[in-house]
């Protein structure tokens, strides 16, 4: 077999523009070529295996899923799909779910003293093997191993407790969702700026505006991330210098007297207007330890032509202002008494995700983007929330 070239991946990503990315590290013309010029809406995406809501899945399944994989929010999402859609069925009871503190396809990578990017998140070990055989045992061999009755529906780590936990089902029963407003006096770009992340409703606040510039975009420190090879190593990691960044805007909340764990789903909704007719939003949630270290525990991101709905788009007009609901993050961490929870806003984490070049054309097959600036909006009449899922103490 002739041996491909190695790829410098963290240039080849930098290239301009992306359909010829593959092409320009002299690879094979593919499914890549195809799929970056197909609309999120295109009937093709629901050939080939890829899932869709209606599409039959009538089997068992043991969801292996990593906090810090690029698919951890979906598979969760896809197994209460599953749970919920067939309600009180022999295929809803037969899907079980463990989520570990990992990067993808790392669990039998724990240690005693697990680090995922710079953060140690304690003995994250579980006997995977013995796990994966028991469940194929019952139900390929219909062995009466007893797998149901030993194995709780959902298995989850905690990081900061740095702990395996159990439930009936994720998010957990219990669940209450704290609202943390975004709140500043027009001043919220870097960590030194006076954002805030308020658990009192916003009153007569000022918004906040960066420039983003496509051909600088805010490097990707670590994240959810998979198969990128040198581009980005993934996992969680001190986000300090990025929050230095002017197009950073930083909004935290006072130290935690109490330690709260976070467990479940992280939903978004913030108010935004442009100089542009389309541009991205991205977010984190980061954990802001005692000595002001910021380590990143999700990300996501909205393309703001897609804000109702990826069937359609629907373009901008300069200077209005728009809801834009977030796609969900997720995570479960115990922020310990003394730690900050932080939301960091911006429009662009690459090469994480891609760079929107704000043109409103077709991204894919442009080579030069257009600097806009990008205003996020929270008061009274237009209050960007976050709500986070405090898990119920036992």
Same mark, same amino acid.
């Given at each position: 077999a002739t041996e491909m070239p190695r790829v410098d991946w963290a240039k080849a990503l930098n290239h301009l523009p992306v359909s010829d990315i593959i092409h320009n590290v002299d690879g094979q013309q593919g499914i890549y070529d195809r799929m970056i010029t197909r609309k999120p809406n295109d009937p093709e995406w629901f050939k080939g295996g890829?899932?869709?809501?209606?599409?039959?899945?009538?089997?068992?399944?043991?969801?292996?899923?990593s906090w810090f994989d690029v698919s951890s929010?979906?598979?969760?999402?896809?197994?209460?799909?599953?749970?919920?859609?067939?309600?009180?069925?022999?295929?809803?009871?037969?899907?079980y779910l463990i989520i570990a503190p990992v990067l993808h396809c790392s669990y039998k990578r724990a240690t005693a003293d697990t680090k995922v990017g710079d953060l140690s998140v304690g003995d994250a070990r579980l006997n995977y093997d013995e796990l994966t055989w028991s469940w194929f045992d019952y139900h390929l061999k219909g062995e009466a191993n007893n797998f149901k009755q030993k194995n709780p529906r959902v298995r989850y780590y905690t990081m900061g407790s740095n702990k395996w936990q159990s439930a009936d089902s994720f998010p957990l029963p219990g669940t209450r969702m704290q609202e943390f407003w975004l709140s500043s006096n027009g001043h919220a770009n870097t960590r030194n700026g006076d954002g805030v992340l308020s658990a009192k409703a916003p009153g007569k606040n000022q918004p906040d505006t960066f420039t983003y510039d496509p051909m600088n975009p805010v490097p990707s420190v670590g994240g959810n991330v998979?198969?990128?090879?040198?581009?980005?190593?993934?996992?969680?990691?001190?986000?300090?210098?990025?929050?230095? /960044? +002017?197009?950073?805007?930083?909004?935290?909340?006072?130290?935690?007297?109490? $330690? @709260?764990? &976070?467990?479940?789903? #992280?939903?978004?909704?913030?108010?935004?207007?442009?100089?542009?007719?389309?541009?991205?939003?991205?977010?984190?949630?980061?954990?802001?330890?005692?000595?002001?270290?910021?380590?990143?525990?999700?990300?996501?991101?909205?393309?703001?032509?897609y804000r109702e709905g990826y069937d359609k788009e629907v373009f901008m007009e300069k200077g209005k202002v728009y809801k834009v609901n977030m796609s969900p993050m997720v995570t479960s961490n115990y922020f310990?008494?003394?730690?900050?929870?932080?939301?960091?806003?911006?429009?662009?984490?690459?090469?994480?995700?891609? /760079? +929107?070049?704000?043109?409103?054309?077709?991204?894919?097959?442009?080579?030069? $983007? @257009?600097? &806009?600036?990008?205003? #996020?909006?929270?008061?009274?009449?237009?209050?960007?929330?976050v709500r986070i899922p405090i898990a119920p103490k036992k």
């Open positions: 890829l899932w869709h809501e209606n599409m039959p899945i009538d089997v068992p399944g043991y969801w292996f899923v929010g979906p598979n969760i999402e896809l197994f209460n799909h599953l749970r919920n859609g067939a309600k009180g069925s022999k295929l809803a009871d037969d899907q998979c198969c990128t090879g040198n581009a980005i190593q993934g996992g969680s990691f001190d986000q300090s210098q990025v929050e230095l /960044r +002017n197009d950073v805007l930083v909004y935290t909340s006072d130290s935690l007297t109490e $330690g @709260v764990e &976070v467990t479940g789903f #992280i939903e978004s909704t913030l108010y935004v207007s442009s100089t542009g007719t389309d541009s991205d939003i991205t977010i984190k949630l980061i954990d802001v330890h005692p000595d002001g270290k910021a380590y990143n525990l999700d990300e996501t991101i909205q393309r703001l032509r310990a008494p003394g730690h900050r929870i932080r939301i960091e806003v911006s429009s662009s984490n690459f090469p994480r995700f891609e /760079r +929107n070049l704000n043109t409103g054309g077709n991204n894919y097959d442009e080579s030069k $983007g @257009v600097a &806009v600036q990008n205003t #996020i909006h929270h008061s009274k009449a237009y209050p960007s929330v």
